[in-house]
């Protein structure tokens, strides 16, 4: 009933940007916090940032000061601006989504199908 679709990875030099889009469509009545996970091959997966629906952002040590997270809540949209890209932020990254499909309905997470991001050196 819900769908999140990711775009806008790929493989880039270290050093270089990327700007990853997450849509959510379907059933909803309204997103709270949306947020960027990533995992590499052989890790658990991580929380790189999140904002709530009022625009307060959390982000990984890691990357905090290179990525920016941020929404268009009329499109139900998430976007992760990342900037000075390292090889270890190599890493598949999902969305996701806390969604309230009915006013009556308790919150539930989704997740989008992840976007691969390759960082060279």
């Known amino acids: 009933q819900v769908q999140l679709v990711e775009s806008g990875g790929g493989l880039v030099q270290a050093g270089g940007s990327l700007r990853l889009s997450c849509a959510a469509s379907?059933?909803?009545?309204?997103?709270?916090?949306m947020g960027w996970y990533r995992q590499a091959p052989g890790k658990q997966r991580e929380l790189v940032a999140t904002?709530?629906?009022?625009?307060?952002?959390n982000y990984a040590d890691s990357v905090k000061g290179r990525f920016t997270i941020s929404r268009d809540s009329a499109k139900n949209t998430v976007y992760l601006e990342m900037n000075s890209l390292k090889p270890e932020d190599t890493a598949a990254y999902y969305c996701n989504a806390e969604v309230r499909v009915t006013r009556f309905s308790a919150l539930q997470d989704y997740w989008g199908q992840g976007t691969q991001v390759t960082v060279s050196s």
């Open positions: 904002i709530t629906s009022g625009g307060s952002t």
């Open positions: 379907g059933l909803i009545f309204r997103i709270n916090d």
